[in-house]
């Protein structure tokens, strides 16, 4: 179903801070979406962005510009301990929201942000990307189309971002990073559980080992995930932000992934090629759309745009809070595995327990 191109949704940006600007020049080529305020505590920043992007409001104070603008929705890109009292705020006015991640410092405050939401009849989406990558829909659909055959058996990426490596890592970009006692799950491998569930479905049991490389920082930095699914397949992401790519873009895919299925393989470079080979026949390249636009891939415009279809259109959203949670509880298993040095399984029964 298409939708009217006509603006139907006001949104409220909060936040102004370093990945909000993908955020803004996402909302401003959605010609369904007019931001019509942008809130920061530091007012210059969000002056900035509302003069580069055309939002006519700013604010330092949310609640004054609720008052003011009287929005459809929120889109908070703000720090995990900003987001809970953001929420409900929106909840108590009836405002739809999606929040980026991480949704919260711990699994019971995102835990009482989805209830918040559900209480009040509020929709929220997490604003997790990855999944929305042009390079995975492209996949999945290959994987639903049998291209590999009737079944995925294993899937692992590797990733090498290299930003962190350097005595003053992440301080330019995101200097909250150094101070946060868990990084490369919390931040960053929650994004891959996402996307290897949207890939071979729910996740039954995790073994990690995780190690913090770099001194200057208090969380983890590199590590190893074995996943085991459901349905059987098996998975691994070997991850290091100490480490380096070859890639000229390593933040483009965030990795080169492998995808072997029950009749081939399919496989991802860190320039976003696909190549697929069938079983008994040589690779070959695979012809599908994607850029270098805006945020790996635009994958920031598709979340959004998935986000107003859902509210337009009354549609499900894909990273919906009960969705998110369930990520939520394979990153806990992955830090309770690193702690316990033992496997953690029985997750989708609710019971999930460590075992030799």
């Known amino acids: 179903m298409s939708m009217n191109t006509e603006k139907q949704l006001r949104g409220v940006g909060v936040g102004a ?3 909000s600007q993908f955020h ?40 004054q510009l609720l008052d003011e603008t009287e929005p459809d929705f929120l889109d908070v890109i703000t720090r995990p301990d900003s987001h809970a009292a953001i929420v409900e705020l929106a909840a108590s006015r009836g405002i739809n929201v999606i929040c980026q991640k991480p949704l919260a410092p711990t699994i019971e405050e995102a835990v009482q942000i989805v209830e918040c939401a559900d209480a009040s009849g509020i929709r929220l989406m997490v604003h ?68 290897f569930r949207y890939h071979a479905g729910e996740i039954e049991g995790v073994f990690a080992s995780l190690r913090k490389l770099n001194p200057n920082i208090r969380g983890e930095d590199a590590g190893v995930v074995l996943f085991e699914f459901a349905n059987q397949a098996e998975g691994i992401w070997d991850a290091s932000r100490f480490h380096e790519s070859n890639c000229s873009n390593p933040r483009y895919t965030f990795g080169e992934f492998l995808f072997d299925g029950s009749a081939g393989s399919i496989r991802l470079s860190g320039d976003g090629t696909i190549r697929i080979q069938p079983h008994g026949k040589p690779e070959f390249v695979h012809d599908y759309q994607h850029s270098d636009r805006n945020f790996a891939g635009d994958c920031v415009y598709n979340t959004q745009l998935h986000f107003v279809h859902g509210l337009l259109e009354e549609r499900p959203f894909e990273t919906d809070g009960h969705e998110y949670l369930k990520t939520l ?20 029964s609710g019971g999930h327990n460590a075992s030799c």
Request: glycine letters at 6%; aromatic letters at 12%.
């Open 17 to 19: 801070g370093y990945f």
């Open 128 to 195: 997790e990307n990855f999944r929305f990558q042009p390079w995975h829909r492209e996949i999945h659909r290959l994987i639903s189309d049998g291209t590999i055959g009737d079944q995925l058996l294993t899937l692992s990426c590797r990733t090498r971002t290299g930003d962190g490596w350097q005595s003053d890592a992440y301080l330019a970009r995101q200097p909250y990073f150094v101070e946060m006692p868990r990084l490369l799950i919390y931040e960053t491998g929650v994004h891959f559980v996402d996307t």
């Open 24 to 63: 803004y020049e996402a909302w401003s080529r959605i010609p369904q979406v007019e931001i019509v305020g942008i809130c920061d505590h530091e007012l210059a920043n969000a002056e900035s962005l509302a003069n580069q992007y055309g939002v006519p409001n700013t604010c330092s104070q949310l609640e």
């Open 329 to 348: 509880r394979v990153q806990e298993a992955i830090y309770e595995s690193a702690r316990s040095r033992q496997p953690v399984r029985q997750l989708t």
